[in-house]
Structures are given as structure tokens and as C-alpha cells.
């Protein structure tokens, strides 16, 4: 059994799976109780399982990029358990794991898509502004680009104009609908959630792909910067 953590965007998720199979999901979009949440959950799952952090095999957590808080908290959620269950930590790419949950939506019917054939997956999770992280990926969840930070203007992407569909989700996605001029282009409503991590998660483990607790770091991108109080103003 693996537990999956999610804290990298507005989502709070929390997965139990064994194998491929997802056991327990929880979820919550209340914004800055991530600490609050996470824990919370973990402790309604394992009990719910009736389990402990003993029975784990692993924890698999998102490692970005995305919030800098709510990566931290996520991060350091894991590596506690693990440290104390003494179990490997594995860690997720986010945006590989919004690709698997539109793969997984879309097998199981639930996106108004007839076809994944010739199309670009486009996870976008939102940097603020018209700024994106962003990463492309075909319909077996292959990258097919590297993770950018991208400013998005009506240019973005239009190299692509090979691919019949250029799908687009995620928390940064619905505000570059407007913007965006590329051939094909089509938003679906997905957002981040542990059980795109659960679904990494399980293949990681069988290939050892396993983190140092002990020096692992969340993939940033953008340093934090922090903003002055507005009662300071």
C-alpha cells in the first residue's frame, strides 16, 4: 500500500492505494488549511484502512513544480512518515500526474473527448499573471517537453500545428483559453488530486525510483518572494 499526498496547488488531496488500485481518497479546495487538511486526512485514512504508517510500503508525494508553501507542507508531510516508518519516499512530477488524470478520465469516459489520437496533452498549473508551468505530453503520459515557466501570449504553442487536438488543464488552463491561437486547442476541466500521484506512484515503485528523504527538495522553478502584509500598507 502507498500513500499519496497532493498539497502543490488549490487542491488538498490524500490517496491510500495498493497496487494500481486506488483504496480511499480525500479531498478539500479550502485554500490555505493544507497543514490543517493534510493531516487530518492521512489520520481519517489509515483509519479508516485500518492501518498505520507501518503498513505503508512507500509515501509518494508531488514535487512540483507548483505553490511554494503548499509544496513545503506536502514534502515535509512525507518525509516525516517515511522517516519514521522508516519506508522509501517517492516523488511525482505534478504535472505528469494531471496527464494521468485526464488519461484515466477519458478511458473511463468522463470528458466530452471522442479521441486522444494525434493530440497534445497541455497540464498548466497557475504561476499567477499569464504565467504558467507547463509541460506536453502524448496519450501514453510520455513528455514530450520539458517543465517550463511560461508567459503565455497568442504565439504560445503554434509550432504545434501537427496535432489535430491541443488539450489543455489544469489550475493555470482556463485563463489562457482566450489567449491561446493554437490549431485545435480544447480546455477540460481537471484539477490537481492525489490520485494522479497514486497512479505514478505505483509504477515508480516497481522500478525503485525511490528519493533521499533526507536531501530532497520540491521542484520550484521560481524562488519564493514574500509580499508585504496589506495592514502594512
Do not use: W
Not at 166 to 184: E, H, M, P, R, Y
Amino acid at each position: 500500500m502507498i500513500l499519496s499526498i497532493e498539497t502543490g496547488g488549490e487542491i488538498c488531496s490524500v490517496a491510500l492505494s495498493e497496487n494500481d488500485k486506488l483504496i480511499s481518497l480525500r479531498e478539500s479546495d479550502g485554500g490555505q488549511n493544507h497543514a490543517q487538511d493534510v493531516a487530518l486526512f492521512i489520520q481519517e485514512i489509515l483509519h479508516e484502512n485500518s492501518i498505520s504508517c507501518k503498513d505503508l510500503k512507500a509515501v509518494a508525494v508531488s514535487k512540483g513544480p507548483g505553490s511554494y508553501t503548499g509544496l513545503r507542507i506536502g514534502v515535509s508531510v512525507a518525509k516525516g512518515i517515511c522517516y519514521g516508518a522508516n519506508i522509501p519516499l517517492i516523488a511525482i512530477n505534478s504535472l505528469e500526474s494531471l496527464a494521468s488524470i485526464a488519461i484515466d478520465d477519458f478511458n473511463a469516459g468522463l470528458l466530452d473527448i471522442n479521441t486522444l489520437d494525434n493530440s497534445i496533452l497541455c497540464p498548466m498549473i497557475d504561476a499567477r499573471r499569464m504565467e504558467v508551468y507547463e509541460q506536453l505530453y502524448n496519450q501514453n503520459c510520455k513528455a514530450t517537453s520539458e517543465v517550463n515557466a511560461h508567459i503565455i501570449t497568442p504565439e504560445s504553442f503554434t509550432s504545434n500545428s501537427e496535432h489535430d487536438q491541443f488539450i489543455i488543464f489544469g489550475s493555470g488552463a482556463q485563463k489562457c483559453i482566450d489567449t491561446l491561437k493554437v490549431k485545435g486547442l480544447k480546455y477540460i476541466d481537471i484539477k490537481g488530486s492525489a490520485r494522479g500521484i497514486a497512479n505514478r506512484a505505483y509504477l515508480a515503485y516497481q522500478k525503485g525510483e525511490f528519493e533521499d528523504f533526507a536531501y530532497f527538495e520540491p521542484l520550484y522553478l521560481k524562488e519564493f518572494v514574500a509580499g508585504t502584509p496589506k495592514k502594512l500598507l
